[in-house]
Protein backbone atom coordinates (compact mmCIF):
# COMPACT_ATOMS: atom_id res chain seq x y z
CA UNK A 1 0.00 0.00 0.00
CA UNK A 2 1.66 3.49 -0.90
CA UNK A 3 1.96 6.45 1.31
CA UNK A 4 -0.49 8.68 0.16
CA UNK A 5 -2.99 5.25 0.18
CA UNK A 6 -2.18 4.77 4.13
CA UNK A 7 -2.84 8.49 4.84
CA UNK A 8 -5.89 8.89 3.14
CA UNK A 9 -7.68 5.86 4.53
CA UNK A 10 -6.64 7.23 8.01
CA UNK A 11 -7.75 10.50 8.06
CA UNK A 12 -11.35 9.05 6.26
CA UNK A 13 -11.74 7.55 9.72
CA UNK A 14 -12.20 11.15 11.27
CA UNK A 15 -15.54 12.63 11.50
CA UNK A 16 -14.76 15.86 9.67
CA UNK A 17 -18.49 16.88 8.88
CA UNK A 18 -19.46 20.77 8.67
CA UNK A 19 -22.17 22.42 9.81
CA UNK A 20 -24.48 25.12 8.02
CA UNK A 21 -25.93 27.75 10.20
CA UNK A 22 -23.38 26.79 13.34
CA UNK A 23 -22.52 29.55 15.61
CA UNK A 24 -18.74 28.45 16.15
CA UNK A 25 -15.84 28.03 14.05
CA UNK A 26 -15.02 26.10 12.55
CA UNK A 27 -18.59 25.27 12.72
CA UNK A 28 -17.99 21.41 14.25
CA UNK A 29 -15.24 21.37 16.74
CA UNK A 30 -14.99 17.54 15.80
CA UNK A 31 -12.68 19.30 12.79
CA UNK A 32 -9.99 20.08 15.06
CA UNK A 33 -9.70 16.10 15.73
CA UNK A 34 -8.25 15.82 12.27
CA UNK A 35 -6.23 19.27 12.19
CA UNK A 36 -4.53 18.01 15.33
CA UNK A 37 -3.42 14.86 14.04
CA UNK A 38 -1.97 16.95 10.88
CA UNK A 39 -0.28 19.12 13.00
CA UNK A 40 1.38 16.67 14.58
CA UNK A 41 2.47 14.73 11.37
CA UNK A 42 3.82 17.55 10.14
CA UNK A 43 5.94 18.38 12.97
CA UNK A 44 6.98 14.47 12.63
CA UNK A 45 8.02 15.07 8.69
CA UNK A 46 9.93 18.26 10.55
CA UNK A 47 8.13 21.24 8.13
CA UNK A 48 9.08 24.43 9.93
CA UNK A 49 6.29 27.00 11.55
CA UNK A 50 3.51 24.27 12.24
CA UNK A 51 0.79 26.06 13.99
CA UNK A 52 -2.73 25.21 14.56
CA UNK A 53 -4.81 28.18 15.15
CA UNK A 54 -7.86 29.23 17.25
CA UNK A 55 -9.66 29.00 14.02
CA UNK A 56 -8.44 25.37 13.52
CA UNK A 57 -6.00 26.34 10.57
CA UNK A 58 -3.37 24.03 9.95
CA UNK A 59 0.11 25.54 8.23
CA UNK A 60 3.62 24.31 7.98
CA UNK A 61 6.80 25.59 5.82
CA UNK A 62 8.84 23.44 3.92
CA UNK A 63 12.25 25.62 3.50
CA UNK A 64 13.59 25.73 0.15
CA UNK A 65 16.94 23.45 -0.50
CA UNK A 66 18.24 25.78 -3.74
CA UNK A 67 20.14 28.68 -3.35
CA UNK A 68 18.42 31.28 -5.95
CA UNK A 69 14.91 32.82 -5.66
CA UNK A 70 12.45 30.94 -6.16
CA UNK A 71 8.46 31.89 -5.64
CA UNK A 72 6.86 30.75 -2.59
CA UNK A 73 4.38 27.78 -3.35
CA UNK A 74 1.28 27.15 -1.09
CA UNK A 75 -0.47 23.67 -1.28
CA UNK A 76 -3.99 23.77 0.39
CA UNK A 77 -6.80 21.29 0.93
CA UNK A 78 -9.74 21.45 3.48
CA UNK A 79 -10.34 18.64 6.27
CA UNK A 80 -13.79 18.78 6.45
CA UNK A 81 -16.64 16.77 4.87
CA UNK A 82 -19.87 17.99 3.36
CA UNK A 83 -22.92 18.04 5.26
CA UNK A 84 -24.89 16.69 2.54
CA UNK A 85 -24.27 12.96 3.51
CA UNK A 86 -23.26 11.32 6.62
CA UNK A 87 -19.24 11.08 7.57
CA UNK A 88 -19.32 9.22 10.72
CA UNK A 89 -18.25 5.74 11.05
CA UNK A 90 -16.70 5.84 7.35
CA UNK A 91 -16.14 1.71 6.53
CA UNK A 92 -13.73 1.83 3.19
CA UNK A 93 -13.11 -0.71 1.04
CA UNK A 94 -10.32 -1.70 -1.74
CA UNK A 95 -12.13 -3.27 -5.27
CA UNK A 96 -8.80 -3.88 -6.83
CA UNK A 97 -8.61 -4.86 -10.56
CA UNK A 98 -11.93 -3.34 -11.00
CA UNK A 99 -13.74 -5.39 -14.12
CA UNK A 100 -16.39 -3.02 -14.85
CA UNK A 101 -19.11 -4.33 -13.65
CA UNK A 102 -21.30 -3.24 -10.82
CA UNK A 103 -19.80 -2.77 -7.14
CA UNK A 104 -21.84 -4.80 -4.36
CA UNK A 105 -21.47 -1.29 -1.74
CA UNK A 106 -23.79 -3.25 0.96
CA UNK A 107 -25.21 -6.22 0.07
CA UNK A 108 -27.48 -6.34 3.12
CA UNK A 109 -29.49 -3.36 2.08
CA UNK A 110 -28.98 -3.85 -2.12
CA UNK A 111 -27.05 -0.58 -2.26
CA UNK A 112 -24.44 -0.64 -6.03
CA UNK A 113 -22.21 1.40 -7.77
CA UNK A 114 -22.88 0.53 -11.20
CA UNK A 115 -21.00 2.33 -14.31
CA UNK A 116 -24.99 2.12 -15.40
CA UNK A 117 -25.39 4.81 -13.28
CA UNK A 118 -21.81 6.60 -13.02
CA UNK A 119 -20.23 6.36 -16.62
CA UNK A 120 -17.04 7.46 -15.03
CA UNK A 121 -16.44 3.63 -13.27
CA UNK A 122 -16.06 2.78 -17.44
CA UNK A 123 -12.68 5.00 -16.96
CA UNK A 124 -11.22 3.23 -13.93
CA UNK A 125 -11.14 -1.07 -15.03
CA UNK A 126 -7.97 -2.34 -13.91
CA UNK A 127 -7.44 0.61 -11.44
CA UNK A 128 -7.86 0.22 -7.51
CA UNK A 129 -10.67 1.58 -5.97
CA UNK A 130 -11.50 3.03 -2.36
CA UNK A 131 -15.28 2.87 -1.90
CA UNK A 132 -18.10 3.04 0.75
CA UNK A 133 -20.39 0.32 2.41
CA UNK A 134 -22.97 2.82 0.88
CA UNK A 135 -24.49 4.38 3.81
CA UNK A 136 -22.00 7.12 4.23
CA UNK A 137 -19.95 9.73 2.18
CA UNK A 138 -16.07 8.40 1.72
CA UNK A 139 -14.74 11.84 2.33
CA UNK A 140 -12.20 12.23 -0.42
CA UNK A 141 -13.87 15.62 -0.81
CA UNK A 142 -11.24 16.49 0.31
CA UNK A 143 -9.05 14.20 2.44
CA UNK A 144 -7.74 13.01 -0.58
CA UNK A 145 -5.96 16.49 -1.02
CA UNK A 146 -4.91 16.22 2.29
CA UNK A 147 -3.50 12.67 2.00
CA UNK A 148 -1.64 13.96 -1.60
CA UNK A 149 -0.30 17.06 0.30
CA UNK A 150 1.13 14.82 3.19
CA UNK A 151 2.26 12.39 1.17
CA UNK A 152 4.19 15.21 -1.46
CA UNK A 153 5.71 16.81 1.80
CA UNK A 154 7.51 13.62 3.05
CA UNK A 155 8.76 12.54 -0.40
CA UNK A 156 10.43 15.85 -0.89
CA UNK A 157 12.13 15.57 2.64
CA UNK A 158 12.54 11.73 2.03
CA UNK A 159 14.63 12.76 -1.37
CA UNK A 160 16.60 15.70 -0.70
CA UNK A 161 18.04 15.58 -4.34
CA UNK A 162 14.66 16.70 -5.45
CA UNK A 163 15.28 20.60 -5.83
CA UNK A 164 12.36 22.74 -5.04
CA UNK A 165 11.70 26.54 -3.59
CA UNK A 166 9.89 27.64 -0.04
CA UNK A 167 6.62 25.14 0.16
CA UNK A 168 3.18 26.69 2.34
CA UNK A 169 0.95 24.07 3.43
CA UNK A 170 -2.35 24.94 4.57
CA UNK A 171 -5.30 22.71 5.60
CA UNK A 172 -8.55 24.67 6.15
CA UNK A 173 -12.12 23.51 8.22
CA UNK A 174 -15.61 24.54 6.69
CA UNK A 175 -15.06 24.57 3.03
CA UNK A 176 -17.96 22.56 2.55
CA UNK A 177 -20.38 25.36 4.68
CA UNK A 178 -18.68 28.44 2.01
CA UNK A 179 -16.68 29.33 5.21
CA UNK A 180 -13.40 27.68 4.73
CA UNK A 181 -11.62 31.30 4.09
CA UNK A 182 -13.33 32.75 6.37
CA UNK A 183 -10.43 33.63 8.77
CA UNK A 184 -7.69 32.76 6.83
CA UNK A 185 -4.43 35.32 6.69
CA UNK A 186 -2.90 35.29 3.37
CA UNK A 187 -0.37 37.77 4.15
CA UNK A 188 0.72 35.42 7.16
CA UNK A 189 0.63 32.00 4.81
CA UNK A 190 3.34 33.82 2.88
CA UNK A 191 2.95 32.24 -0.47
CA UNK A 192 3.04 34.28 -3.89
CA UNK A 193 0.66 32.55 -5.18
CA UNK A 194 -0.99 28.67 -4.30
CA UNK A 195 -3.04 25.57 -5.33
CA UNK A 196 -6.09 23.49 -4.06
CA UNK A 197 -5.76 20.23 -4.11
CA UNK A 198 -9.86 19.60 -4.50
CA UNK A 199 -10.61 18.61 -7.52
CA UNK A 200 -12.26 15.25 -8.69
CA UNK A 201 -10.93 13.53 -12.24
CA UNK A 202 -7.10 13.02 -12.97
CA UNK A 203 -5.63 15.94 -15.30
CA UNK A 204 -8.41 18.26 -14.08
CA UNK A 205 -7.32 21.61 -14.09
CA UNK A 206 -9.74 24.32 -13.18
CA UNK A 207 -9.55 28.20 -12.87
CA UNK A 208 -12.65 29.10 -13.51
CA UNK A 209 -15.55 28.59 -11.32
CA UNK A 210 -19.14 30.21 -10.68
CA UNK A 211 -20.05 33.29 -9.18
CA UNK A 212 -22.33 32.82 -5.91
CA UNK A 213 -24.97 34.20 -3.61
CA UNK A 214 -27.45 32.94 -1.21
CA UNK A 215 -30.62 34.58 -0.77
CA UNK A 216 -32.67 33.53 2.54
CA UNK A 217 -36.20 34.77 2.01
CA UNK A 218 -38.79 34.93 5.57
CA UNK A 219 -42.51 35.00 4.19
CA UNK A 220 -45.12 36.75 6.93
CA UNK A 221 -48.54 35.05 5.64
CA UNK A 222 -52.05 35.94 7.84
CA UNK A 223 -53.73 33.01 8.97
CA UNK A 224 -57.29 32.46 9.76
CA UNK A 225 -59.60 29.83 9.80
CA UNK A 226 -60.49 27.91 6.32
CA UNK A 227 -63.52 28.21 6.77
CA UNK A 228 -63.63 32.09 7.44
CA UNK A 229 -60.77 32.75 5.20
CA UNK A 230 -62.30 34.16 2.01
CA UNK A 231 -60.60 37.75 1.67
CA UNK A 232 -58.17 37.44 4.63
CA UNK A 233 -55.80 34.61 4.34
CA UNK A 234 -52.56 34.86 3.21
CA UNK A 235 -50.72 31.42 3.06
CA UNK A 236 -47.34 31.54 3.68
CA UNK A 237 -46.91 28.55 2.02
CA UNK A 238 -48.67 29.70 -0.85
CA UNK A 239 -46.50 32.67 -1.08
CA UNK A 240 -43.28 30.68 -1.26
CA UNK A 241 -44.82 28.32 -4.05
CA UNK A 242 -46.02 31.45 -5.96
CA UNK A 243 -42.15 33.13 -5.52
CA UNK A 244 -40.74 29.85 -6.31
CA UNK A 245 -42.65 29.69 -10.16
CA UNK A 246 -41.97 32.91 -10.80
CA UNK A 247 -38.19 32.39 -11.15
CA UNK A 248 -37.51 30.37 -14.81
CA UNK A 249 -38.04 26.39 -14.68
CA UNK A 250 -35.06 25.46 -17.01
CA UNK A 251 -32.73 27.78 -14.94
CA UNK A 252 -32.69 25.10 -11.80
CA UNK A 253 -29.78 22.80 -11.74
CA UNK A 254 -31.40 20.01 -13.16
CA UNK A 255 -31.53 21.44 -16.70
CA UNK A 256 -28.17 22.99 -16.75
CA UNK A 257 -25.04 22.25 -17.09
CA UNK A 258 -21.22 23.49 -18.55
CA UNK A 259 -21.25 27.31 -17.92
CA UNK A 260 -24.73 27.66 -17.62
CA UNK A 261 -26.03 29.12 -14.04
CA UNK A 262 -29.18 28.53 -11.93
CA UNK A 263 -31.45 29.28 -9.01
CA UNK A 264 -31.04 26.29 -6.71
CA UNK A 265 -34.01 26.09 -3.58
CA UNK A 266 -32.03 24.47 -0.96
CA UNK A 267 -34.72 24.89 1.91
CA UNK A 268 -38.23 25.26 2.55
CA UNK A 269 -40.07 25.04 5.88
CA UNK A 270 -42.84 26.85 7.36
CA UNK A 271 -46.84 26.57 7.59
CA UNK A 272 -49.74 28.91 6.85
CA UNK A 273 -48.47 32.17 9.55
CA UNK A 274 -44.77 31.98 8.33
CA UNK A 275 -42.38 30.43 5.82
CA UNK A 276 -38.78 30.31 5.19
CA UNK A 277 -36.85 29.11 2.04
CA UNK A 278 -33.02 29.35 1.38
CA UNK A 279 -31.69 29.70 -2.79
CA UNK A 280 -28.07 28.85 -3.43
CA UNK A 281 -27.70 31.13 -7.18
CA UNK A 282 -24.73 30.19 -9.54
CA UNK A 283 -23.21 31.54 -13.24
CA UNK A 284 -20.04 31.60 -14.21
CA UNK A 285 -20.60 34.93 -16.27
CA UNK A 286 -20.84 37.89 -13.76
CA UNK A 287 -22.85 40.18 -16.42
CA UNK A 288 -25.90 36.88 -15.83
CA UNK A 289 -25.15 36.63 -12.17
CA UNK A 290 -26.19 40.28 -11.66
CA UNK A 291 -28.92 39.92 -13.86
CA UNK A 292 -30.32 36.21 -11.87
CA UNK A 293 -30.16 38.33 -8.64
CA UNK A 294 -32.00 41.53 -10.46
CA UNK A 295 -34.57 38.96 -11.26
CA UNK A 296 -34.75 37.38 -7.90
CA UNK A 297 -35.21 40.99 -6.32
CA UNK A 298 -38.13 41.64 -8.84
CA UNK A 299 -40.17 38.84 -8.32
CA UNK A 300 -39.62 39.85 -4.39
CA UNK A 301 -40.89 43.03 -5.06
CA UNK A 302 -44.03 41.66 -7.12
CA UNK A 303 -44.86 39.45 -4.62
CA UNK A 304 -45.19 42.19 -1.76
CA UNK A 305 -47.17 43.99 -4.67
CA UNK A 306 -49.69 41.04 -5.26
CA UNK A 307 -49.41 40.27 -1.00
CA UNK A 308 -48.97 43.75 0.67
CA UNK A 309 -45.76 45.19 1.44
CA UNK A 310 -43.61 43.44 4.07
CA UNK A 311 -44.98 39.78 3.01
CA UNK A 312 -41.74 38.86 1.15
CA UNK A 313 -38.32 40.00 3.18
CA UNK A 314 -35.61 38.55 0.77
CA UNK A 315 -32.00 39.04 2.02
CA UNK A 316 -29.19 38.58 -0.75
CA UNK A 317 -25.45 37.73 0.12
CA UNK A 318 -22.73 37.11 -2.59
CA UNK A 319 -20.34 34.62 -1.30
CA UNK A 320 -17.61 33.89 -3.74
CA UNK A 321 -17.01 35.13 -7.33
CA UNK A 322 -14.96 33.88 -10.27
CA UNK A 323 -11.72 33.14 -9.69
CA UNK A 324 -10.70 33.39 -13.41
CA UNK A 325 -10.53 37.39 -13.03
CA UNK A 326 -7.48 36.77 -10.52
CA UNK A 327 -6.07 33.90 -11.91
CA UNK A 328 -5.84 34.61 -15.88
CA UNK A 329 -3.67 37.83 -15.31
CA UNK A 330 -1.04 34.89 -14.28
CA UNK A 331 -0.36 32.48 -17.06
CA UNK A 332 2.89 31.63 -15.86
CA UNK A 333 1.02 29.73 -12.87
CA UNK A 334 -0.94 27.61 -14.92
CA UNK A 335 2.03 26.55 -17.23
CA UNK A 336 4.17 26.08 -14.89
CA UNK A 337 0.60 23.69 -13.50
CA UNK A 338 0.33 22.07 -17.17
CA UNK A 339 3.74 21.36 -17.70
CA UNK A 340 3.99 18.99 -14.24
CA UNK A 341 0.95 17.38 -15.44
CA UNK A 342 2.62 16.38 -18.96
CA UNK A 343 5.94 15.63 -16.96
CA UNK A 344 4.04 12.94 -15.45
CA UNK A 345 2.00 11.59 -18.26
CA UNK A 346 -0.88 13.25 -17.71
CA UNK A 347 -2.74 15.87 -20.51
CA UNK A 348 -4.55 18.94 -18.57
CA UNK A 349 -8.22 18.63 -18.78
CA UNK A 350 -8.82 22.71 -18.26
CA UNK A 351 -12.55 22.91 -16.77
CA UNK A 352 -15.16 25.62 -15.49
CA UNK A 353 -15.69 23.87 -11.72
CA UNK A 354 -19.63 23.93 -11.21
CA UNK A 355 -19.06 24.54 -7.69
CA UNK A 356 -16.54 26.98 -5.86
CA UNK A 357 -13.70 26.20 -4.10
CA UNK A 358 -11.54 28.04 -0.72
CA UNK A 359 -9.34 29.12 -4.13
CA UNK A 360 -11.69 31.09 -5.43
CA UNK A 361 -12.03 33.53 -2.39
CA UNK A 362 -8.56 33.21 -2.29
CA UNK A 363 -8.08 34.57 -5.43
CA UNK A 364 -9.98 37.78 -4.68
CA UNK A 365 -7.99 37.84 -1.23
CA UNK A 366 -4.48 38.50 -3.37
CA UNK A 367 -3.74 34.64 -3.46
CA UNK A 368 -3.71 33.25 -6.67
CA UNK A 369 -5.40 29.73 -6.26
CA UNK A 370 -6.54 27.21 -9.22
CA UNK A 371 -7.46 23.63 -8.17
CA UNK A 372 -5.75 20.84 -9.41
CA UNK A 373 -7.41 16.97 -9.19
CA UNK A 374 -7.19 14.23 -6.56
CA UNK A 375 -8.83 11.25 -8.55
CA UNK A 376 -12.18 11.38 -6.44
CA UNK A 377 -15.54 11.16 -7.91
CA UNK A 378 -19.04 11.40 -7.14
CA UNK A 379 -18.52 13.72 -4.14
CA UNK A 380 -21.00 14.60 -1.49
CA UNK A 381 -22.79 11.11 -1.01
CA UNK A 382 -22.91 7.69 -0.61
CA UNK A 383 -21.56 6.72 -3.93
CA UNK A 384 -18.27 8.74 -3.42
CA UNK A 385 -15.38 6.87 -4.59
CA UNK A 386 -11.49 7.53 -5.20
CA UNK A 387 -9.00 5.81 -8.00
CA UNK A 388 -6.03 5.16 -5.86
CA UNK A 389 -4.06 5.25 -9.32
CA UNK A 390 -5.49 8.79 -9.66
CA UNK A 391 -4.24 9.83 -5.46
CA UNK A 392 -1.14 9.03 -6.34
CA UNK A 393 -1.03 11.03 -9.84
CA UNK A 394 -2.14 14.00 -7.68
CA UNK A 395 0.70 13.84 -4.72
CA UNK A 396 3.24 13.20 -7.59
CA UNK A 397 1.84 16.28 -9.69
CA UNK A 398 2.31 18.09 -6.39
CA UNK A 399 6.53 16.84 -6.45
CA UNK A 400 6.52 18.32 -10.39
CA UNK A 401 5.20 21.23 -9.36
CA UNK A 402 7.50 21.67 -6.79
CA UNK A 403 10.87 21.06 -8.84
CA UNK A 404 9.97 22.91 -11.71
CA UNK A 405 9.52 26.04 -10.27
CA UNK A 406 12.51 25.67 -8.42
Given amino acids: ?24 FPSTLKQLDLARLLADEL ?28 PTIGFIAHMDTSPSASGKNVKPRLVENYDGCDIVLNEEQNIMLSPTQYPDLSKQ ?3 TLVVTDGTTLLGADDKAGVAAIMSAMAALISNPEIPHGTIKVGFTPDEEVGAGVDHFDVSAFGADFAFTMDGGPVGELAYENFNAAGAEIFIHGKSFHPGDAKGKLVNAL ?3 IDFHNLLPVFDRPEHTEKREGFFHLTSLSGEAEQA ?3 YIIRDHSRESFEAKKALMSQAAEYINKRYGAGTLDLRL ?34 VAVRGGTD ?3 LSFMGLPTPNLFTGGYNYHGRFEYLSTEELQLASQVIVEIARLAA
Avoid: C, W
Avoid at 1 to 24: N, P
Avoid at 44 to 67: C, F, H, I, M, R
Fill in 238 to 240: QVA
Fill in 276 to 278: HME
Fill in 43 to 70: RELNLQDVKLDDYGYVTATLPSNVNHPT
Fill in 317 to 350: RDQYYNMLEKVAPHPEILDLARNAYRVIGVEPME
Fill in 359 to 361: GSR
Fill in 1 to 24: MTDVLERFLRYIKIDTQSAYHSET
Fill in 125 to 127: IGK
